[in-house]
């Protein structure tokens, strides 16, 4: 079993930048697909970034490419998602996700993780 905790939210100006890190217990932390998705009120949970196992390979909702970065460190059991360019249609539940799916690319729906955080609230202001 992995528990997963959030960290980083806050509230920030559109155009700023916030690093979220999500932190994992137990040892099997890097046999793991990890992504990130995002609630705001009155919607569904959207995926937004997700990265294999190693850390060698990403992939990111067209709304966030270019901005948004995922990354893991495997010794440190985290994974953070750096946000640039912050847009106030970025404010939402941040939250981490675990999976052992065939493929880091396909895991871009909410039913493909067995393991979520509590979630972290980032809001961006106009």
């Known amino acids: 079993q992995v528990q997963l905790v959030e960290s980083g939210g806050g509230l920030v100006q559109a155009g700023g930048s916030l690093r979220l890190s999500c932190a994992a217990s137990g040892r099997t932390f890097r046999s793991y697909i990890m992504g990130w998705f995002r609630q705001a009120p009155g919607k569904e949970r959207e995926f937004v970034a997700t990265?294999?196992?190693?850390?060698?390979?990403?992939y990111y909702a067209d709304s966030v490419k270019g901005r948004f970065t995922i990354s893991r460190d495997n010794a440190k059991n985290t994974v953070d998602l750096q946000m640039n360019s912050l847009k106030p249609e970025d404010t939402a539940v941040y939250y981490c996700?675990?999976?052992?799916?065939?493929?880091?690319?396909?895991?871009?729906?909410?039913?493909?993780?067995?393991?979520w955080g509590q979630g972290t609230q980032v809001t961006v202001s106009s």
């Open positions: 996700a675990a999976g052992q799916g065939l493929s880091f690319v396909v895991m871009t729906t909410t039913a493909k993780y067995d393991y």
């Open positions: 990265i294999s196992r190693s850390g060698g390979s990403t």
